[in-house]
């Protein structure tokens, strides 16, 4: 080979090293970092209740709150210290319970009784259990705005209930869903849990089939799953 021949070579050689280098940079630059900590048990139900499900917490005190889920077994709501010591627990026999929802205004928890379509509230000092309200067709996930107002997901009938502070209904988010060509879908599909961000609801939507039978829920052709963002009306 000529000089000339390997200045090239060597010219090319140089490029695609810094090319590699550069390369190497960009993915390093992007590396996650993996945390070393440790998941530390908090709390241990008592003999006999299982399926934890809603959880909420009381900020000033940081009593944590959790509710458990069964068709089958003893379903309750469990109220913990910030140490992981059981203070006290309200039983609802067989009635599943879903999210939960602590409103520091009042003090209350709010429980998604979704085994009859109610919004429950609880004084957990005095153990006093009210029905907030009712016909909320498949209660699953809560959230508390800073308004007071409660947002309920009625996950049977795809909307987002929100709820005054009185229990009324104010007004109801969210459409139907509808499954795209490409197995996504656009709307609520079966919504289950929700968070309030600024003006906006998040919404995952479990996109559940609940029967055995073939071709007769939409969520059978789900193939992409989804989360969802809602405006707040009153924050339009």
Known sequence: MNTLGKLILKTL????????????????HHKTTAYHTKTQPFATLPDGLAFPEGIAANPSTGDIY??????????????YDKTGKLLAQIDFA?????????????QM??????????????????????????SINGADGLAMDA???????????????MLEPTGKVHGKLGMPGRVNKDGSHSGLLFPASLVIAGDTIYVT?????????QADEVEEAVGKYTVSAIKIPMHK
């Open 94 to 106: 067989k009635t599943p319970l879903l999210g939960l929802a602590f409103n520091s205004a009042d």
């Open 205 to 213: 939507n479990l996109a559940l089939p609940l029967t055995p039978a």
């Open 109 to 134: 928890v709010y429980i998604c009784n979704t085994g009859d379509d109610r919004i429950l509230s609880l004084d957990m000092a005095t153990g006093e259990l009210s029905v907030f309200a009712e």
């Open 13 to 28: 050689s140089v490029s695609l090293l810094s090319v590699s280098l550069l390369a190497c940079s960009a993915v390093q």
């Open 147 to 161: 308004h007071g107002y409660l947002w309920v997901v009625a996950n049977q009938a795809d909307k987002i209930v």
């Open 66 to 79: 959790v509710s458990t889920f069964s068709f089958a077994g003893s379903n309750t709501v469990l109220r």
